[in-house]
């Protein structure tokens, strides 16, 4: 049978009663944009879009070709449409509001705009991670306070990988769907609903260059994984890292696994690596709607209180009894040492 388009599936969630009109406008635009995105992306070299752009973001880190102009291609895409009240990105100091000159909607729009920046220009899959919150009541010009809510406040998440295909992951509460971008037509096809990741897995994530900087419970997590059969979980494990947070989470999502960037001594003082609002919720919210589990090893992600837009945590997701070993680990320590 063929797949239905994103646009159809949105109207079918509409007429459920699951989105209304603005939120669906919202997707739209965004995977529209994901679109724009994946064209530059693909041309490469030909396209003038690798390298570095000479500019830093707020968080020091030295900004890509690509990071600025993905940021911008989902800037003015999102400006006009009337279904957003403000927008924020990992690429921006601060988050802004939609300019009078537009109709204001309800939403608010968070964004990274271009992960996995690293692997950009050596032709590895990067992607784009996305999360959809409520403008709080009355609030007609959002502050970054107002973005500032846990990631159970989410009304949609999603993401997309640019990788040999570009696909689009998207929730909105009910289950998890992954949708194919179609070049020849330009449009994202559903190609499988209510992804579900197996609870168990044998294959972690982890940039296993910083072992000697992590705090004790991940040193032991790990250590017991890299035992094997001998060791106490009595099975052999893989490991996988691309450094794409996008392609990592891809492949749990479609096989298994459990990602972690944990606190280490080296990101300690910022709270860990990865960034809460657009990056850990908008994923967390995602693998729980297909059945994983994600938490910072103390707490479940999506009950974190946010307190910065640039916040950052440490991660662990994926396969759900896998994750549950892991915050075990801290569970342990932090109570017996
Ligand atoms: P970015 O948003 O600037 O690209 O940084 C986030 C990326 C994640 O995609 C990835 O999991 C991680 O940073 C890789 O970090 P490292 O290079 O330390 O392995
Ligand atoms: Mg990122």
């Known amino acids: 049978m063929k797949p239905i388009s994103l646009t159809r599936y949105l109207i079918q969630e509409q007429h459920a009663g699951r989105i209304n009109a603005d939120l669906r406008l919202l997707i739209e ?151 194919t971008m179609d070049r020849e037509v330009g449009s994202f096809m559903l190609t499988q609903r209510d992804v579900q990741i197996p609870a168990d897995t044998r294959e972690f994530a982890v940039n296993m260059s910083n072992q000697r900087f992590w705090e004790t419970p991940m040193q032991r997590y790990v250590g017991d994984l890299l035992a094997g059969r001998e060791g106490p979980r009595g099975k052999d494990f893989n490991m996988r890292w691309v450094a794409s947070m996008v392609a990592d989470v891809h492949r749990i999502i479609t096989r298994g696994g459990i990602f972690s960037y944990p606190l280490d001594a080296k990101c300690r003082d910022k709270g860990g690596k990865l960034r809460l609002m657009y990056e850990a919720n908008p994923m967390a919210f995602i693998i729980e709607q297909a059945g994983g589990a994600a938490s910072t090893g103390r707490q479940r992600m999506l009950e974190v209180q946010p307190s910065g837009l640039h916040q950052r945590v440490p991660v662990f997701l994926g396969s759900r009894n896998e994750v549950a070993e892991a915050v075990r680990y801290h569970q342990q320590f932090d109570s017996n040492g």
């Not at 400006?79 to 927008?87: P, R, V």
């Not at 705009?113 to 996305?130: A, C, K, Q, Y």
């Open 29 to 179: 635009v965004v995977a529209r944009a994901c679109k724009s995105i994946s064209i530059a992306i693909g041309k490469g070299a030909l396209g003038g879009v690798l390298g570095d752009a000479g500019t830093g973001n707020i968080q020091g880190e030295a900004q890509k070709k690509l990071d600025v102009l993905s940021n911008d291609i989902l800037l003015e895409a999102n400006a006009w449409g009337g279904h957003l009240a403000g927008l924020a990105s990992e690429e921006m100091d601060h988050s802004q509001p939609i300019p009078d000159a537009f109709q204001r909607g309800n939403y608010l729009l968070l964004f990274d705009p271009l992960d996995g920046s690293s692997n950009i220009d050596v032709n590895i899959s990067v992607g784009t991670i996305f999360s959809v919150l409520r403008c709080p009541d009355g609030v007609t010009a959002p502050g970054d306070e107002h973005f500032l809510q846990p990631g159970t406040a989410q009304v949609c998440a999603g993401y997309t990988t640019y990788g040999p295909s570009t696909q689009l992951v998207l929730t909105v509460g009910h289950g998890t769907h992954v949708f």
